[in-house]
């Protein structure tokens, strides 16, 4: 890993201006320009607020705000979509750049950084209109708010592993993008985003605990309505991310070589 990192470092410029091409891409010819990364995430937020809030009167059990449901599925929502994007980035950012990786002398780890720097750019700016709006309601959590980052930074580490693993495997064989479009919708529902996972029968609950997006869906949305954080969970995630980034960073050295052939 010590090798990675100093590769990242040296190569930071280069990394950082992939980014920027992106959003300079992503907003090309656009009459609003960069005002739609801020459009769409407020759209949503202002929508579900609306619809479960005011129309719905969705209530969260244990909480007597209006806003509950609102914030309970926002927190997870928004981190979801950091997850996904970074997976979907990542599985196709060496085949993508197929044409640099054959011709620059460039370490391939540099591709998936970049990709979830992307991500993680976007995740930023949706999550500062999400604090904008818990302040202006009187929900920001002030006391807990630490707890932020720190689930955060394991939640990039799990996204960035993930994400960098399939992109390895999508170079040597091509259905992985294909059956990661029908995982994530499988994974969307068994993750408790729109619905508490105290709403399963026991045996079912149990599974669903197992799966790694659960405690991160959790974490926020207990961080944004209690206050509070399972350290115990924190702990076995933030060992499995570990474990999962020094896998990818393991299968992207024993298959790098090979990669540049089969692209």
């Given at each position: 890993?010590?090798?990675?990192?100093?590769?990242?470092?040296?190569?930071?410029?280069?990394?950082?201006?992939?980014?920027?091409?992106?959003?300079?891409v992503?907003?090309?010819?656009s009459?609003?320009?960069?005002?739609w990364?801020?459009i769409?995430p407020?759209?949503?937020i202002?929508?579900?607020t609306?619809?479960?809030?005011?129309l719905a009167?969705?209530?969260i059990?244990?909480?007597d705000?209006?806003?509950?449901?609102?914030?309970?599925?926002?927190?997870g929502l928004?981190?979801?979509?950091?997850?996904?994007?970074?997976i979907?980035?990542?599985?196709?950012?060496?085949?993508?750049?197929?044409?640099?990786i054959?011709?620059?002398?460039?370490p391939?780890?540099c591709?998936?950084?970049?990709?979830?720097l992307?991500?993680?750019?976007?995740?930023?700016?949706v999550?500062?209109?999400?604090f904008?709006f818990?302040?202006?309601?009187?929900?920001?959590?002030?006391?807990?708010?630490?707890?932020f980052?720190?689930?955060?930074?394991v939640?990039?580490?799990?996204?960035?592993?993930?994400g960098?693993?399939?992109?390895?495997l999508?170079v040597?064989?091509?259905?992985v993008?294909?059956?990661?479009?029908?995982?994530i919708?499988?994974?969307?529902?068994g993750t408790?985003i729109?619905?508490?996972?105290d709403s399963?029968?026991?045996?079912?609950?149990f599974?669903?605990?197992?799966?790694p997006?659960?405690?991160?869906?959790?974490?926020y949305?207990?961080?944004v309505?209690?206050?509070?954080i399972?350290f115990?969970?924190f702990g076995?995630?933030?060992?499995v991310?570990?474990?999962?980034?020094?896998?990818?960073?393991r299968?992207?050295?024993?298959?790098?070589?090979?990669?540049?052939?089969?692209?």
């Amino acid at each position: 890993m010590i090798k990675e990192v100093k590769d990242i470092y040296k190569f930071r410029h280069f990394i950082l201006n992939g980014v920027k091409r992106d959003f300079q891409v992503r907003y090309k010819r656009s009459i609003l320009g960069v005002l739609w990364i801020f459009i769409q995430p407020l759209a949503m937020i202002s929508i579900y607020t609306l619809i479960f809030s005011q129309l719905a009167r969705v209530k969260i059990p244990n909480n007597d705000s209006m806003f509950g449901y609102s914030m309970f599925l926002c927190s997870g929502l928004l981190t979801w979509n950091f997850l996904v994007e970074t997976i979907t980035r990542s599985q196709s950012v060496y085949i993508d750049n197929a044409n640099l990786i054959k011709k620059a002398a460039l370490p391939k780890i540099c591709f998936p950084v970049s990709a979830t720097l992307t991500s993680l750019v976007n995740l930023i700016i949706v999550l500062s209109l999400f604090f904008l709006f818990l302040i202006i309601t009187g929900n920001f959590p002030i006391h807990t708010f630490i707890y932020f980052p720190l689930v955060l930074l394991v939640h990039v580490l799990f996204s960035f592993s993930v994400g960098n693993i399939l992109g390895v495997l999508n170079v040597f064989f091509r259905d992985v993008s294909q059956m990661m479009t029908v995982f994530i919708q499988v994974w969307f529902w068994g993750t408790p985003i729109v619905y508490m996972i105290d709403s399963l029968p026991p045996r079912l609950r149990f599974f669903v605990g197992l799966n790694p997006a659960t405690f991160f869906a959790q974490s926020y949305q207990s961080i944004v309505l209690d206050g509070s954080i399972n350290f115990q969970s924190f702990g076995i995630v933030t060992a499995v991310s570990l474990i999962l980034c020094l896998f990818s960073l393991r299968l992207l050295r024993k298959h790098g070589a090979a990669m540049a052939d089969e692209l």
